[in-house]
C-alpha cells in the first residue's frame, strides 16, 4: 500500500519547489512499474511542448516528470498544470508534487502524506510562522475521501521549535477572516454597480444596503464603513460616473459602462483621461502599455530591482515624446509600470518565454497570466474609447489587444484567426510567404505540414 500512496510537499518559494522537486527524483523514480515510468515519460513530453519554445522551466518540469516527481506554482503554465493534476490525480504516476501553499486552496488532490516542509516564510524583512488557517489548507489535502482511508501530516521544523509548532499548528486556534470591504478600490467598484443598476437610488438606500455586509456585521459600528461609501460616492460625482438629480443617484452612460466592464472606477477614469490625450496628440503604442500599467487591476506590478532604477530612469527619460515626465517623476511606480511595460512589449513583438524568463525573471505561467490581465484591461481601454468616439484610440487599443492574446506583431493577426495557428506557427507561415488567409487556405494540408514541420490535426481555418 506504501508503495501507491503519494505525497505533497509544500515549501515557501517558487525557487524551493523546484529545488526540492528536482532532489526527489532519485527517490520517487524507485516507486515507478514500468507502466508508470511510460506514462510520466509520455506527461514530460507533453509538458516540454507545452509552450511554442521550450524555457529552462519548461526543461526542468520534463526532466522531474519524467521521474514520477513534479514542481507545482504560479509560475507553471496552465496546460502544464493540466497534464500534472492527470499524472496525479487520475493515473497516479507522479508520486509526488512539491508546491507552494497557493496548491492547497480548494484542490482535490489525492495525497496520503502530506509535508509542510517550510513553516515559515520571509516578510520582507524576517521570517516569521505563517497563519495556522494556512497550516490547515494544506493539511488538509491528506487522506481525502474516495482517495485515501486515511491521510499523515507531516509539519517539519528544528527541535528547538517543536514546542511552538504543536502549540500554534496542533491546538491553536484558527486566525479570524476580516472583510475587505473597506478597502476603497472595492466600495468603488461595489458602490458604482449598485447605482448602475439601479438597487440603491440615494444615500440612504446605500447606507440600508452596506448596514447588511459582513463588514459591518464583524465591526458593530457602520459608522466608519458609510463615511467611507459616502466619499466614495462623492469621488463617483466628481469623475462624472454618478450624477444626482432631485436626491436621486444615477449612474451617467460612462458609468454604467465601467460597472459593466467591472474595472475600477480610478482605473477607468485614467483612462479616459489619457484617451482625451489621444485625441490632441497621437500615442505609440507604447504610451498605451504604460497606460494599463496605471490601472489599480495592474498590480502589482514587476518590481524594478535597485541596482537596474539608474539605467530604467534613463530609458524612461528618453521617451520625453511620450509620456508627461513631470507625472512620472512623482509616481513612486514609474519605474515598476515602466518595466511592466517592458515585458509587455518583449511579448507582442515575439519574444519568446525562454528569453523574457532569462531577462526579467518571469516564468511563463504568471507571463500568460500578466497577458490575460492586459488583455482584459486593453478590452476596457477600448470600449471606453468607442464611449467617447475616439476612433483612433479605440483602433489601437482593439488591435493591442488581440496582439496581447496572441503575442504577435501586428502582420501575424490575420493568420492568428486560424485555429491551431499560435505565434510560433505563424510567424513560420509568413517566413514562408504565407501572409494571408486566402493564401492559407490555397496550401494543402500536406503543403502546411511541411512549412510547420509538425502534425496539423488540430489546424483548420
Same mark, same amino acid.
Not at 51 to 56: C, E, S, V
Not at 337 to 342: D, G, N, V
Given at each position: 500500500?506504501q508503495r501507491?500512496?503519494?505525497s505533497l510537499?509544500?515549501v515557501?518559494?517558487?525557487?524551493?519547489?523546484?529545488?526540492?522537486?528536482?532532489?526527489l527524483?532519485?527517490?520517487?523514480?524507485?516507486?515507478?512499474?514500468?507502466?508508470?515510468?511510460?506514462?510520466?515519460?509520455?506527461?514530460?513530453?507533453?509538458?516540454?511542448?507545452a509552450?511554442?519554445?521550450?524555457?529552462?522551466q519548461?526543461?526542468?518540469?520534463?526532466?522531474?516528470?519524467?521521474?514520477?516527481?513534479?514542481?507545482?506554482?504560479?509560475?507553471?503554465e496552465?496546460?502544464?498544470?493540466k497534464l500534472?493534476?492527470?499524472?496525479?490525480?487520475?493515473?497516479?504516476?507522479?508520486?509526488?508534487?512539491v508546491c507552494?501553499?497557493t496548491l492547497a486552496?480548494?484542490?482535490?488532490?489525492?495525497a496520503s502524506?502530506?509535508?509542510?516542509?517550510?513553516?515559515k516564510?520571509?516578510n520582507?524583512?524576517?521570517?516569521?510562522?505563517i497563519?495556522?488557517?494556512?497550516?490547515?489548507?494544506?493539511?488538509?489535502?491528506?487522506?481525502?475521501?474516495?482517495?485515501?482511508?486515511?491521510g499523515t501530516g507531516?509539519l517539519?521544523c528544528?527541535?528547538?521549535?517543536?514546542?511552538?509548532?504543536?502549540?500554534k499548528?496542533v491546538?491553536?486556534?484558527?486566525?479570524?477572516?476580516?472583510?475587505?470591504?473597506s478597502?476603497e478600490?472595492v466600495?468603488?467598484?461595489?458602490?458604482?454597480?449598485?447605482?448602475a443598476e439601479?438597487?440603491?437610488?440615494?444615500?440612504?438606500?446605500l447606507k440600508?444596503f452596506?448596514?447588511k455586509?459582513?463588514?459591518?456585521?464583524?465591526?458593530?459600528?457602520?459608522?466608519?464603513?458609510?463615511?467611507?461609501?459616502?466619499?466614495?460616492?462623492?469621488?463617483?460625482?466628481?469623475?462624472?460616473f454618478?450624477?444626482?438629480?432631485?436626491?436621486?443617484?444615477?449612474?451617467?452612460?460612462v458609468?454604467? #459602462?465601467?460597472? !459593466?466592464?467591472?474595472?475600477?472606477p /480610478?482605473?477607468?477614469? &485614467? =483612462?479616459?483621461?489619457?484617451?482625451?490625450?489621444?485625441? +490632441?496628440?497621437?500615442?505609440?503604442?507604447?504610451?498605451?502599455?504604460?497606460?494599463?500599467?496605471?490601472?489599480?487591476?495592474?498590480?502589482?506590478?514587476?518590481?524594478?530591482?535597485?541596482?537596474?532604477?539608474?539605467?530604467?530612469?534613463?530609458?524612461?527619460?528618453?521617451?520625453?515624446d511620450d509620456?508627461?515626465?513631470?507625472a512620472?517623476?512623482f509616481?513612486a511606480?514609474?519605474?515598476d509600470?515602466?518595466?511592466?511595460?517592458?515585458v509587455?512589449?518583449?511579448?507582442?513583438?515575439e519574444?519568446t518565454?525562454?528569453?523574457?524568463?532569462?531577462q526579467?525573471?518571469?516564468?511563463?505561467?504568471?507571463?500568460?497570466?500578466?497577458? #490575460?490581465?492586459a !488583455?482584459?484591461?486593453?478590452?476596457? /481601454?477600448q470600449?471606453? &474609447? =468607442?464611449?467617447q468616439?475616439?476612433?483612433?484610440a479605440? +483602433?489601437?487599443?482593439?488591435i493591442l489587444?488581440?496582439?496581447?492574446?496572441?503575442?504577435?506583431?501586428?502582420?501575424?493577426?490575420?493568420?492568428?484567426?486560424?485555429?491551431?495557428?499560435?505565434?510560433?506557427?505563424?510567424?513560420k507561415?509568413?517566413?514562408a510567404?504565407?501572409?494571408?488567409?486566402?493564401?492559407?487556405?490555397a496550401?494543402?494540408?500536406?503543403?502546411?505540414?511541411?512549412?510547420?514541420k509538425?502534425?496539423?490535426?488540430?489546424?483548420?481555418?
Open positions: 500500500n501507491k500512496g503519494q510537499v509544500f515557501s518559494t517558487r525557487k524551493n519547489a523546484e529545488t526540492q522537486a528536482r532532489e527524483t532519485q527517490t520517487t523514480k524507485k516507486f515507478l512499474t514500468e507502466e508508470e515510468q511510460k506514462e510520466c515519460e509520455a506527461l514530460a513530453a507533453r509538458a516540454l511542448r509552450l511554442g519554445t521550450p524555457t529552462r519548461c526543461r526542468l518540469l520534463a526532466e522531474c516528470l519524467k521521474n514520477g516527481v513534479s514542481f507545482h506554482h504560479a509560475g507553471v496552465a496546460a502544464q498544470r500534472i493534476e492527470k499524472g496525479f490525480k487520475r493515473d497516479r504516476c507522479i508520486k509526488a508534487i507552494t501553499t486552496m480548494g484542490i482535490d488532490y489525492p502524506w502530506v509535508i509542510v516542509r517550510d513553516l516564510r520571509f520582507g524583512a524576517f521570517s516569521e510562522f497563519p495556522n488557517l494556512e497550516v490547515q489548507q494544506c493539511v488538509g489535502r491528506a487522506g481525502r475521501p474516495r482517495f485515501d482511508s486515511k507531516i517539519v528544528k527541535p528547538s521549535e517543536r514546542r511552538e509548532v504543536t502549540e499548528y491546538y491553536g486556534p484558527l486566525e479570524n477572516i476580516y472583510s475587505k470591504l478597502s478600490p466600495l468603488r467598484e461595489h458602490v458604482l454597480a449598485l447605482i439601479g438597487y440603491c437610488k440615494n444615500s440612504g438606500e440600508k452596506f448596514e455586509t459582513f463588514f459591518a456585521f464583524q465591526y458593530g459600528d457602520s459608522r466608519d464603513l458609510f463615511t467611507k461609501v459616502e466619499r466614495v460616492a462623492e469621488e463617483l460625482k466628481d469623475m462624472d454618478v450624477r444626482e438629480k432631485q436626491s436621486t443617484l444615477l449612474a451617467t452612460p458609468g454604467k #459602462r465601467t460597472a !459593466e466592464l467591472y474595472v475600477d /480610478l482605473t477607468a477614469y &485614467a =483612462f479616459l483621461k489619457f484617451i482625451d490625450e489621444t485625441k +490632441k496628440r497621437d500615442k505609440n503604442e507604447f504610451a498605451f502599455l504604460m497606460a494599463l500599467n496605471g490601472a489599480t487591476e495592474a498590480r502589482p506590478l514587476i518590481e524594478a530591482a535597485r541596482d537596474e532604477e539608474n539605467a530604467l530612469w534613463e530609458e524612461l527619460y528618453s521617451l520625453l509620456f508627461d515626465i513631470q512620472t517623476e509616481d511606480q514609474a519605474l509600470k515602466y518595466k511592466t511595460a517592458k509587455l512589449n518583449a511579448w507582442i513583438n519574444d518565454e525562454d528569453n523574457i524568463l532569462n526579467f525573471n518571469i516564468p511563463p505561467g504568471v507571463l500568460h497570466a500578466r497577458m #490575460r490581465n !488583455e482584459w484591461l486593453a478590452y476596457a /481601454l470600449e471606453l &474609447a =468607442f464611449m468616439n475616439a476612433t483612433a479605440f +483602433k489601437k487599443a482593439k489587444k488581440r496582439r496581447i492574446k496572441h503575442g504577435v506583431k501586428q502582420e501575424l493577426l490575420e493568420l492568428c484567426r486560424v485555429r491551431g495557428i499560435g505565434r510560433v506557427r505563424a510567424r507561415l509568413y517566413a510567404g504565407i501572409r494571408t488567409l486566402d493564401e492559407f487556405r496550401k494543402t494540408r500536406e503543403e502546411i505540414k511541411k512549412i510547420l509538425t502534425g496539423v490535426e488540430d489546424v483548420g481555418a
